[in-house]
């Protein structure tokens, strides 16, 4: 009783419990735990150190990496389970347990993240991220397209070669008016500006194939009422795609860049959209500048 006794006493810190309610469910590395608690390094490996010790957990070492594994007696377990609800963070430690062991499986991604990096370090004629991104807006169905957030519209101006319609909506009327006239002396037909806001945005209910956010999510005072707005404007079967800046701490982006959220986490952009009611809900980190303050990308996209 002693060893049990001693044991509740070290798991009724709040952040060793949800180290232990994780581990139940799967084998896990540090920064794996990091990238779910929000965590540092130093903290959590203080953490499981502490459990490792009372023998509640064990490591397995591969290469340099180890991964942790619960050890603890399932009748203790089964009285830290019955805490769960004492403990508000672990809906979302499900949730981000999930989306940390999908990213595992996701090969593929870091293949093609490094390739992406190689793609313009030797100078190959005729070759260029331009000429990709023609390429593929040529293969783009023709659809009803609403930039929402477009700024001067440079990417509605691109992806109007292809669609059927664009339709850009900012909150500046400088920037509406100065995408206007661009439209206009480039003569396309098929793009139209609007002054509009996020989060109450000036077109009709299940009108569009695609919303499209770029660069955009950060400055919505309410981003998740931003993304019901495209939800709304999306025709059923259509789709949204967000390019945002992941989480990160550089706090001079408000000033510099008027930016009211400093990014989102893969997790938050999908609580998003499923929140809106998008479904088959995919989120990625795109790409990672190698510049400080080495700002990434992530991509979320869904159906209606």
Do not use: C
């Amino acid at each position: 009783m002693a060893s049990i006794l001693k044991s509740l006493r070290l798991a009724a810190d709040p952040n060793r419990l949800r180290l232990l309610l994780l581990l139940e469910h799967e084998e896990l590395s540090v920064a794996e735990l990091q990238e779910i608690l929000a965590k540092g390094q130093s903290q959590i490996s203080t953490h499981l150190a502490q459990l490792k010790q009372a023998g509640l957990v064990d490591d397995r070492r591969t290469g340099k990496n180890a991964f942790y594994r619960l050890k603890a007696p399932a009748e203790l377990m089964r009285l830290l389970r019955q805490a769960i609800h004492e403990v508000p963070e672990a809906e979302h430690d499900r949730e981000a347990l999930r989306l940390v062991l999908r990213k595992r499986q996701d090969k593929m991604r870091r293949y093609f993240d490094e390739l992406a990096g190689k793609f313009g370090r030797q100078y190959v004629p005729g070759r260029s991220w331009k000429g990709v991104a023609e390429a593929l807006l040529k293969l783009m169905p023709p659809m009803v397209i609403a930039d929402l957030g477009a700024g001067e519209g440079t990417i509605a101006q691109l992806m109007a070669q292809r669609a059927k319609k664009v339709i850009a909506i900012d909150n500046s009327e400088k920037m509406v008016e100065f995408g206007a006239e661009l439209a206009k002396k480039h003569a396309i037909a098929n793009l139209e500006y609007r002054l509009g806001d996020l989060e109450d945005v000036p077109i009709r209910a299940a009108t569009v194939d695609l919303a499209f956010l770029s660069q955009a999510l950060h400055h919505a005072a309410h981003p998740e009422r931003a993304i019901a707005e495209a939800y709304r404007i999306v025709k059923p079967g259509g789709r949204i795609a967000v390019l945002d800046l992941n989480r990160h701490h550089f706090e001079e982006a408000r000033e510099m860049y008027a930016d009211l959220w400093l990014g989102f986490t893969e997790l938050e952009l999908e609580k998003y959209l499923k929140g809106a009611g998008f479904r088959n809900v995919e989120t990625a980190v795109v790409y990672r500048e190698t510049e400080a303050p080495h700002f990434e990308t992530v991509l979320g996209t869904g159906e209606k």
